[in-house]
């Protein structure tokens, strides 16, 4: 196991990058990562994945009281990857995770993030987009138990798709149990389907076992581009290709924004700007 320990009351003020490059397909391999925050400690840590590789990954992330941890995981594998990820983060009293999530490549991608909630206090956001192209598949299946009163969490996840057969699927669990009054919780599924042949399936799931919560939802849209958008660009001389990539570019923006690296969301966009080429949409 590989781990990352964050002491306590420490800040550290850059982000600590693990890089993962290709190992290859010849064979599967496991990984296993460990990262802990000590009370009150502060850090964000950034994965990037790149190349071709057979990969299954465990990591946990433990979060003492207090503290604060933002968590980029960034899939910009080559086109033959099989990537199988559980992302699965316990979370103390007062604690904080942000997690971004994004997958612009790859043959296979299947990630499970999963909360758990230890204390009151606690709170989380989930955040990911994915831009899916002809022939992928994409899967993020997120999990959030709320065992404890007084916890807040966050999901919001955006997807395009351009391409024959490109498949993405995003399943949204929220599990709110008897002991868990004061829960404040939300979650979103948005997909855009830039060409015929896509398919994005989003399923957003609540279990509520008690009825003293602040607030619990869920929403979920599938649909094509704006020709209101497309319209007004191109009616100030914006060709549709340049236009049409502008409204991707502002789709997934909210989101990759939260990262807090210029040069990582210049990166993310400019992938997201060639896959678009590729698929000709």
Same mark, same amino acid.
């Given at each position: 196991?590989?781990?990352?320990?964050?002491?306590?009351?420490?800040?550290?003020?850059?982000?600590?990058?693990?890089?993962?490059?290709?190992?290859?397909?010849?064979?599967?391999?496991?990984?296993?990562?460990?990262?802990?925050?000590?009370?009150?400690?502060?850090?964000?840590?950034?994965? =990037?994945?790149?190349?071709?590789?057979?990969?299954?990954?465990?990591?946990? &992330?433990?979060?003492?009281? *207090?503290?604060?941890?933002?968590?980029?995981?960034?899939?910009?594998?080559?086109?033959?990857?099989?990537?199988? @990820?559980?992302?699965?983060? &316990?979370?103390? #009293?007062?604690a904080a995770l942000k997690s971004i999530v994004v997958t612009v490549g790859g043959s296979v991608?299947?990630?499970?993030?999963?909360?758990?909630? #230890? @204390?009151?206090? @606690?709170?989380?956001?989930?955040?990911?987009?994915?831009?899916?192209?002809?022939?992928?598949?994409?899967?993020?299946?997120?999990?959030?138990?709320?065992?404890?009163?007084?916890? #807040?969490?966050?999901?919001?996840?955006?997807g395009a798709l351009a391409g024959q057969d490109s498949h993405t699927v995003w399943i949204g669990?929220?599990?709110?149990?008897?002991?868990?009054?004061?829960?404040d919780t939300y979650e979103l599924n948005r997909n855009l389907l830039l060409s015929d042949g @896509?398919?994005?399936?989003?399923?957003?799931?609540?279990?509520?076992?008690?009825?003293?919560?602040?607030?619990?939802?869920?929403?979920?849209?599938?649909?094509?581009?704006?020709?209101?958008?497309?319209?007004?660009?191109?009616?100030?001389?914006?060709?549709?290709?340049?236009?049409?990539?502008?409204?991707?570019? *502002?789709?997934?923006?909210?989101?990759?924004? =939260?990262?807090?690296?210029?040069?990582?969301?210049?990166?993310?966009?400019?992938?997201?700007?060639?896959?678009?080429?590729?698929?000709?949409?």
């Amino acid at each position: 196991v590989a781990h990352l320990a964050i002491a306590a009351n420490a800040e550290v003020a850059e982000p600590i990058f693990l890089s993962r490059t290709s190992s290859g397909m010849d064979a599967a391999e496991l990984s296993r990562v460990r990262i802990t925050l000590g009370t009150h400690a502060r850090a964000t840590v950034i994965i =990037e994945n790149t190349g071709d590789s057979i990969l299954a990954e465990d990591l946990e &992330m433990d979060l003492q009281p *207090g503290s604060h941890l933002t968590f980029v995981a960034l899939q910009e594998w080559g086109s033959k990857a099989v990537f199988v @990820a559980s992302h699965r983060a &316990m979370i103390d #009293k007062d604690a904080a995770l942000k997690s971004i999530v994004v997958t612009v490549g790859g043959s296979v991608v299947h990630m499970l993030p999963t909360v758990e909630f #230890k @204390a009151p206090g @606690a709170s989380a956001e989930l955040l990911g987009v994915y831009f899916a192209t002809s022939g992928q598949f994409f899967e993020h299946r997120n999990f959030v138990d709320h065992l404890v009163p007084n916890a #807040k969490s966050r999901v919001n996840y955006k997807g395009a798709l351009a391409g024959q057969d490109s498949h993405t699927v995003w399943i949204g669990d929220v599990f709110i149990r008897a002991a868990a009054d004061g829960t404040d919780t939300y979650e979103l599924n948005r997909n855009l389907l830039l060409s015929d042949g @896509a398919r994005a399936d989003s399923v957003p799931n609540l279990e509520i076992e008690t009825g003293e919560i602040v607030g619990a939802g869920h929403a979920s849209t599938t649909g094509r581009f704006d020709d209101e958008q497309l319209f007004y660009l191109m009616s100030r001389g914006i060709p549709v290709a340049d236009a049409r990539r502008l409204v991707v570019r *502002g789709f997934f923006n909210e989101i990759i924004s =939260e990262i807090g690296s210029e040069e990582i969301q210049n990166r993310l966009m400019d992938r997201i700007d060639g896959e678009l080429a590729k698929a000709g949409a």
